[in-house]
Structures are given as C-alpha cells and as structure tokens.
C-alpha cells in the first residue's frame, strides 16, 4: 500500500494544543474525506532515543491509490487552500511517497 509521510515542525507561535483543535476539526476530517485516502494518521512526537527531536509531528496517509491521489484529489481548489492553511501553521515540512513493503 502506498504511503505518504510528512514530518514538520509547528510554526513559531502556533501550540500543540491550537494544532490538535485544528486537526480534529479540519485537517483530519478533510484528509480522510479524500477518495484516494484509505486512513489519515498524525503522530506527535515527544521523545526521541537520541534525545534530539528533528520533527514534532509526523502525518501518515494510507493511500488506496498514489496516482488519484497525485492527480487528482491534491489538484483541487480545495485541496490548495488546505496546503496554504497548512503552510501557515508548519515549518520544516519534508513530504516523503513509499510503499509498504512489511
């Protein structure tokens, strides 16, 4: 299954807790709407064995297809008003495309 993983950090001035309301009330609910999402997951992180944390969150989106998702859904309106949104609350965003393989 193909997966897109996005690691960031939260934008100066913007907290956990304000992220976690915006998540549960428009992120996640408009990721997991898309038909090419099988299943949206965020990972917060809060502790790493290095003791150094490169990234405060990780997105996890489980894809029943790459290419819809690509071609299609991501090239919505919508979809690019979420991005700007997006883009106003995180930095150091690294977006990364896999497939699992175990």
Request: aromatic share 10%.
């Amino acid at each position: 299954m193909a997966k897109e993983i996005i690691l960031y950090n939260l934008a100066p001035g913007v907290t956990d807790e304000q992220f976690k309301e915006y998540v549960d009330t428009e992120k996640g609910p408009y990721i997991d709407s898309l038909p090419s999402v099988k299943k949206y997951e965020l990972v917060r992180i809060d502790s790493c064995r290095s003791g150094v944390i490169p990234f405060k969150y990780c997105g996890i989106v489980h894809l029943n297809s790459l290419d819809d998702f690509l071609n299609i859904d991501t090239k919505t309106e919508e979809y690019k008003a979420f991005t700007a949104k997006m883009n106003s609350l995180t930095s150091e965003i690294h977006i990364c495309f896999g497939e699992e393989i175990h």
